[in-house]
T-cell receptor, first 112, second 114 residues
Framework: QQQVKQSPQSLIVQKGGISIINCAYE??????FPWYQQFPGKGPALLIA?????SEKKEGRFTISFNKSAKQFSLHIMDSQPGDSATYFC???????????FGQGTRLTINP | GAGVSQTPSNKVTEKGKYVELRCDPI?????LYWYRQSLGQGPEFLIY????????DSGLPNDRFFAVRPEGSVSTLKIQRTERGDSAVYLC????????????FGPGTRLTVL
């Protein structure tokens, strides 16, 4: 119930392509869904986040698509660049709680 | 402004020893979190402080793990009788307060138990 399942584990995309990472959850009490980006040796950094009352949120090249009925959400990176190569984590938080539940991560490689 | 800082960046210890990991949150942030990240995994929640008190310690794996935040700023995660399975990166995060969303993470402390 507390899990967030993330796929794929790793992804290779050509420069300029679209990177898509997916997450699924079971707990309908989740009310906040952030995506974090992590570079080697660094802590995760918030990239973009969404609440379940909207179906899409876009910030620059990054878009979250949210499907409440399917209990799925995804991160789309448009015009992917080599500098986007990192590990991406989806997460979720139960309404009223503070702790984040993270997915297993996706290692994204953008080939030049 | 300075972000979340953690010391040491690396800690190597022997099985059975005691270790302390320190976290300095962003100035003014009243909420502080500890997470543990094993190799190739996402961070796992350990404990959350609001001010000086531990508001949620449901993620601490057993009573060898303890954390304090006596003055509502710096926090120390303490691990007694370390085991090889405790080896991981320990991440600290802070946020502005109870009802704020964004958690800002530090670079972590890599703990290796030999």
């Amino acid at each position: 119930q507390q899990q967030v399942k993330q796929s794929p584990q790793s992804l290779i995309v050509q420069k300029g392509g679209i990177s898509i990472i997916n997450c699924a959850y079971e707990n309908t009490a989740f009310d906040y869904f952030p995506w974090y980006q992590q570079f080697p040796g660094k802590g995760p950094a918030l990239l973009i986040a969404i609440r379940p009352d909207v179906s899409e949120k876009k910030e620059g090249r990054f878009t979250i698509s949210f499907n409440k009925s399917a209990k799925q959400f995804s991160l789309h990176i448009m015009d992917s660049q080599p500098g986007d190569s990192a590990t991406y984590f989806c997460a979720a938080r139960v309404q009223g709680a503070q702790k984040l539940v993270f997915g297993q991560g996706t290692r994204l490689t953008i080939n030049p | 402004g300075a972000g979340v800082s953690q010391t040491p960046s690396n800690k190597v210890t022997e099985k059975g020893k005691y270790v302390e990991l320190r976290c300095d949150p962003i100035s003014g942030h009243t909420a502080l979190y500890w997470y543990r990240q094993s190799l190739g995994q996402g961070p796992e929640f350990l404990i959350y402080f609001q001010g000086t008190g531990a508001a949620d310690d449901s993620g601490l794996p057993n009573d060898r793990f303890f954390a304090v935040r006596p003055e509502g700023s710096v926090s120390t995660l303490k691990i007694q009788r370390t085991e090889r399975g405790d080896s991981a990166v320990y991440l600290c995060a802070s946020s502005l307060g109870r009802n704020t969303d964004t958690q800002y993470f530090g670079p972590g402390t890599r703990l290796t138990v030999l």
